[in-house]
């Protein structure tokens, strides 16, 4: 396979998911080749706890790709081919109050959903807007491959803010992660199975599932997640506040099981019971803490000092990884490879908002994602779309025009708020904590 090579930029290079990352590149060094590897990070602290590794692995099985560690935008985007982008803007500070400051007035405490997800898309959209100017104040080719969350506000935002940028691409790894967990439900492999799907960014579901030799899996998949509790790919690893979110498929489908649906709609179907559940002292980002990132720290630090990687965990088994690397290569290759993507609606729902952001099966190539059209969909789907779209097209006016009224508007209409004296209030605290990043009037 001769094919031609590539620089990338990691942009959010400390987070603890890039070594992973690290380990699906070289994985697929022969399907998505490179000359060089820019990490980048505001916080060169949290970065350079990994530094030693990826550095030791890299030098290990990736000998002949150059390695450079940056802090500084300029060398980081000025000769770039792609930009991997998972920025988590305010760290685990500012996640913390996103999870936690709902949760005082009886309100789902979720980092993408909710709230949570409100000031998180307000804080990840300013850093976008920068990063994107910057990369394109060098080139207009480069490829901005964007995973930072909550990729639904993102993703409509960067689409407002660069109506004519058709080299950004946003990503979200949930479908990509639940395609895994079908497969090992069914027994199949996961690189067979194709799916259909329709919503928005976390509001979705799966209405379709089969294999490329013609099998039909979606009744039997259908009939198993009625009548057993859904647990994921990897449940061993995961948390349990993670593996309840599985859970409540299950208890979704005692009510509407027609579709099978994304594991993010129980917050919005189910918020009253997960508040009870949850404890606001503690919450993802403290389990995450205490858990995968310092598993993956304590492997990067045995890397300090070392030549080879002689009893030293090769970390390679991140979905989020895999995921960009395979984009990354079809578009790179226009090898037009499936995948569930985010795309602008423009008729692939026809009765449903034009310019939203939807979420769908489609291809990906040299020109980007193209995706699959879908069909008309049922009232109950599409007032429920309507609503959580109503919310995150707000949510990105009041960031552009920094208006207090639409902010208010957009938490008052999310599912898991509605009542607007709570909306008013806990808008009025995250206000308070995000002065740095984003301010009202």
């Known amino acids: 396979m001769n094919r031609k090579k590539h620089i990338i930029t990691i942009a959010g290079a400390g987070s603890a998911r890039v070594p992973a990352?690290?380990?699906?590149l070289i994985e697929m060094k022969e399907r998505f080749p490179l000359t060089k590897i820019i990490f980048y990070d505001i916080d060169n602290e949290r970065m350079g706890k990994m530094q030693a590794y990826d550095e030791l692995v890299l030098k290990t099985y990736y000998p002949e790709v150059e390695v450079v560690f940056t802090t500084d935008m300029d060398v980081a985007y000025c000769h770039t081919d792609f930009v991997f982008c998972q920025?988590?803007?305010?760290?685990?500070?500012?996640?913390?109050?996103?999870?936690?400051?709902?949760?005082?007035?009886?309100?789902?405490?979720?980092?993408?959903?909710?709230?949570?997800?409100?000031?998180?898309?307000?804080?990840?959209?300013?850093?976008?807007?920068?990063?994107?100017?910057?990369?394109?104040?060098?080139s207009k080719d480069t490829w901005i491959l964007n995973y930072t969350n909550p990729a639904a506000i993102v993703a409509l935002g960067l689409d407002?803010?660069?109506?004519?940028?058709?080299?950004?691409?946003?990503?979200?790894?949930?479908?990509?992660?639940?395609?895994?967990?079908?497969?090992?439900?069914?027994?199949?492999?996961?690189e067979t199975l194709r799916a259909r799907y329709f919503g928005l960014n976390h509001f979705g579901w799966f209405t379709d599932l089969f294999d490329t030799a013609g099998n039909n899996y979606f009744d039997?998949?259908?009939?198993?997640?009625?009548?057993?509790?859904?647990?994921?790919?990897?449940?061993?690893?995961?948390?349990k506040s993670w593996l309840d979110t599985y859970v409540r498929v299950n208890k979704y489908m005692q009510y509407f099981d027609e579709y099978i649906p994304t594991t993010y709609l129980q917050y919005y179907f189910f918020p009253d019971e997960i508040v009870q559940e949850s404890n606001p002292q503690y919450t993802r980002v403290d389990e995450a803490?205490?858990?995968?990132?310092?598993?993956?720290?304590?492997?990067?630090?045995?890397?300090?000092?070392?030549?080879?990687?002689?009893?030293i965990?090769?970390?390679?088994?991140?979905?989020?990884?895999?995921?960009?690397?395979?984009?990354?290569?079809?578009?790179?290759?226009?090898?037009?490879?499936?995948?569930?993507?985010?795309?602008?609606?423009?008729?692939?729902?026809?009765?449903?908002?034009?310019?939203?952001?939807?979420?769908?099966?489609g291809t990906i190539g040299k020109n980007g994602a193209e995706g699959y059209y879908f069909g008309n969909i049922d009232m109950f789907y599409k007032g429920l779309m309507e609503n959580q779209y109503a919310y995150e097209s707000l949510t990105v006016d009041a960031f552009i025009e920094q208006d207090y009224k639409k902010a208010l508007e957009a938490l008052t209409l999310n599912r898991t708020v509605?009542?607007?004296?709570?909306?008013?209030?806990?808008?009025?605290d995250f206000q308070l904590v995000s002065k740095d990043y984003w301010v009202l009037k």
């Open 289 to 311: 803490r205490d858990s995968r990132e310092k598993e993956v720290f304590e492997v990067c630090g045995q890397a300090v000092g070392r030549d080879t990687m002689d009893g």
């Open 87 to 138: 920025m988590r803007v305010g760290k685990g500070k500012m996640r913390s109050y996103d999870e936690k400051m709902p949760l005082k007035y009886g309100l789902v405490g979720q980092e993408t959903c909710g709230p949570g997800g409100f000031s998180y898309g307000m804080r990840s959209l300013g850093a976008m807007k920068e990063m994107v100017e910057k990369v394109r104040s060098y």
């Open 220 to 239: 039997q998949l259908r009939d198993y997640l009625k009548n057993h509790d859904f647990k994921p790919f990897n449940a061993e690893q995961r948390s």
């Open 418 to 428: 509605i009542d607007p004296e709570k909306a008013k209030a806990i808008l009025d």
């Open 313 to 361: 965990t090769m970390l390679t088994n991140g979905v989020f990884g895999k995921l960009m690397v395979e984009v990354a290569e079809s578009i790179a290759y226009d090898l037009h490879n499936e995948f569930i993507v985010l795309v602008k609606n423009n008729g692939i729902i026809p009765n449903f908002e034009k310019d939203a952001i939807v979420e769908v099966a």
């Open 21 to 24: 990352l690290v380990g699906n």
């Open 160 to 190: 407002r803010l660069f109506p004519d940028d058709k080299r950004i691409l946003n990503l979200c790894d949930q479908p990509f992660s639940l395609m895994k967990s079908f497969a090992k439900i069914l027994g199949i492999p996961q």
